[in-house]
């Protein structure tokens, strides 16, 4: 019997776990199994064709709320074509609903419920001899016109289960895609919004297996290996030790995990902030709601205060980024109050905020009481909400406006110190800035048609010079800083009009080639000609003191923070003419301490940033990281 496990993963970088735990599992006894991987944006003919060439006669589907209407579409083909082979569907996405999958989709024989690893073992057995199907625990089958669930099986033991992790022809794309690892199942919360609350507790792998597996998979060249463990910081100890053996091992491999940031006690925080080296940890937070109300009604258990502080602490050691995470749509939760939540979240300044919208998945409490808070929402995958009891679709689709910017310009780093200046200093909240240019971006249609580099950085000059925005020459002059470090090598164009003389240009240059180690002991020790300066290097003047902006931007926010410390350490001299370039010239250094004041409200420029002007040095491939190195001299 040949078996075919596959599944349609949402980009070609992500691996399934759920159809290697499945071949572990069962390949002693079925020796024909074959794993093969799609994504969602393969043609459905393509993935049809393959399969069809492979002749199986069993073919199992992975099933999440992202491959799940393009999975139906492949079975539906698949049964035209191949009306003899045996169709398994199995996952979160059906799990919780066989009857509905099984009606909607003829060509589904078989679901299997809950840990499958098991019961699709069992399943193969009965497809081989006695089909006694009514014997399989967990699955759900036809039966001539009837579909029969039959009850489920009792949770594995996970230290039954084979690893997944130890596949051969796997090592060869280990670099390249990242791997998903779980040290253990279930979750000990109960949102009402969330599959994990349908499975009470919490059950653990043996830690010296798990810290064998990841051990081959750093070895054998993985890159970044996600942790699927929905509160990877549950059990203290557990994971105190695994966050040890990953210090200790890592090669240079980066590990993300779900944290709870709210329970996360003070010397563990103590222990990451000394001892993580820097990027090899990402910590996701899921913060969804700040309005207490909404919380209890969704049976979410969380001390905002005390996950501020965890939050606060990470961002301090300044050695793990953390990726927090918000609904938009729960309960209770109106434009007003969610604008109130984002910038509750946003004041702390997250590497990463993802705004996500209430989805209504099968299975979850809050679909079950939908009805009870007047929601609507797709009828098909991924459910996600249209309107509640307190929030209209306009204020849905006024909210994708904002998500749609704040991927554009705050998640993706692309402008870090301007988007940090206009929520310091120009607007009254991030949600506002945010909210403002999202309702101008679509007014200009700006999100029918593709764009640029260059193109984020005149459409956000055009929006600001429209409302009028007072400072465009501080906020211009942190854009071509931006433009300028979002580039690995040095940029062939700008957006905006070069404006240094030539003659000031070849000034400037010289000088410092002359005296390179004004700039820096390491450009100085390079040896760097003039000729070979003009390659690597870019010049531009500020008609600005930029670091005394860069130290209005500096420190951590808290609660809205005003209060900067100093950044780095300001330059001393003066630069009266090109021709002669100050003494002890240093790196521009922005140095993060923890701020706390009452208000997320916009911060006035200090005085001392309109004195003087700024020649900004921007160089390129001066080091291994292939990261581009700034300079300022005042002049």
């Not at 700040?290 to 205060?305: I, M």
């Not at 939540?341 to 905020?353: A, G, K, R, S």
């Not at 923890?594 to 005085?607: F, G, K, M």
């Amino acid at each position: 019997m040949k078996i075919v496990l596959t599944t349609l993963n949402a980009k070609y970088i992500h691996t399934s776990l759920a159809i290697r735990l499945l071949k572990a599992y069962s390949e002693h006894e079925f020796k024909d199994i074959h794993l093969v991987e799609y994504t969602i944006k393969d043609p459905v003919m393509n993935i049809v064709s393959d399969l069809f060439q492979k002749r199986p006669d069993v073919i199992g589907f992975s099933c999440y709320i992202w491959n799940i209407e393009e999975t139906l579409k492949l079975i539906g083909i698949l049964k035209q074509v191949m009306p003899e082979v045996t169709i398994v569907l199995g996952g979160p996405e059906v799990s919780y609903e066989p009857l509905h999958w099984m009606k909607r989709e003829a060509g589904i024989d078989f679901i299997v419920n809950g840990d499958g690893e098991e019961t699709f073992h069992h399943l193969l057995q009965e497809l081989r001899d006695d089909r006694k199907f009514h014997f399989v625990y967990g699955a759900a089958y036809r039966k001539g016109e009837e579909i029969i669930v039959n009850p489920p099986r009792p949770k594995s033991d996970l230290n039954t289960l084979p690893t997944p992790h130890r596949f051969p022809e796997d090592i060869p794309d280990l670099s390249k895609r990242i791997v998903y690892f779980e040290t253990s199942r279930g979750c000990p919360f109960n949102c009402q919004f969330c599959l994990s609350s349908i499975e009470v507790g919490v059950r653990y792998y043996d830690i010296e297996r798990v810290k064998s597996d990841l051990l081959y998979l750093i070895e054998n060249g993985a890159k970044i290996i996600k942790f699927l463990d929905r509160t990877f910081n549950i059990n203290r100890n557990y994971a105190m030790e695994m966050f040890q053996f990953l210090i200790d091992n890592h090669q240079g491999c980066v590990f993300q995990f779900e944290i709870t940031a709210d329970i996360m006690r003070p010397e563990v925080l103590d222990f990451l902030s000394n001892n993580a080296p820097p990027g090899i940890f990402r910590f996701e937070i899921g913060v969804q709601s700040t309005n207490d109300e909404t919380n209890e009604l969704v049976k979410r258990r969380q001390n905002f205060k005390k996950l501020s502080r965890t939050v606060m602490k990470i961002k301090e050691s300044r050695n793990i980024d953390q990726h927090l995470d918000l609904i938009a749509g729960l309960p209770m939760e109106d434009y007003t109050t969610f604008r109130k939540t984002f910038n509750d979240v946003f004041v702390m300044e997250p590497e990463e905020l993802q705004l996500g919208f209430l989805k209504m998945l099968r299975g979850t409490g809050l679909r079950a009481q939908a009805a009870k808070y007047e929601y609507t929402y797709m009828e098909h995958a991924p459910y996600e909400i249209l309107s509640s009891h307190m929030m209209t679709f306009s204020d849905i689709i006024r909210l994708k406006r904002l998500e749609d910017v704040l991927e554009k310009y705050w998640n993706s780093h692309r402008m870090d110190h301007t988007a940090k200046y206009l929520i310091r200093h120009v607007f009254d909240s991030p949600f506002d800035f945010f909210q403002e240019f999202g309702d101008y971006w679509e007014e200009r249609g700006w999100q029918k048609i593709g764009h640029q580099l260059e193109d984020l950085f005149t459409r956000l000059q055009s929006f600001l010079i429209d409302r009028g925005t007072p400072s465009m020459d501080i906020i211009t002059g942190l854009m071509k800083l931006d433009y300028f470090l979002g580039h690995k090598y040095k940029p062939r164009k700008i957006w905006w009009d070069f404006v240094l003389d030539k003659s000031d240009w070849s000034s400037y240059l010289r000088d410092i080639a002359a005296n390179p180690g004004q700039i820096s002991a390491q450009l100085a020790e390079a040896g760097l000609s003039e000729r070979e300066l003009q390659k690597y290097t870019v010049l531009e003047v500020l008609p600005f003191s930029l670091e005394a902006v860069l130290e209005s931007i500096s420190g951590l926010r808290a609660d809205g923070g005003s209060e900067e410390e100093e950044a780095g350490d300001a330059s001393d001299g003066t630069v009266p003419s090109p021709e002669s370039l100050i003494q002890g010239v240093t790196e521009s250094s922005l140095v993060e301490s923890v701020q706390t004041t009452s208000s997320a409200v916009a911060v006035a420029e200090s005085p001392s940033v309109r004195e003087g002007r700024t020649l900004l040095i921007v160089m390129y491939q001066q080091n291994e990281s292939q990261r581009a190195q700034y300079y300022t001299l005042p002049l």
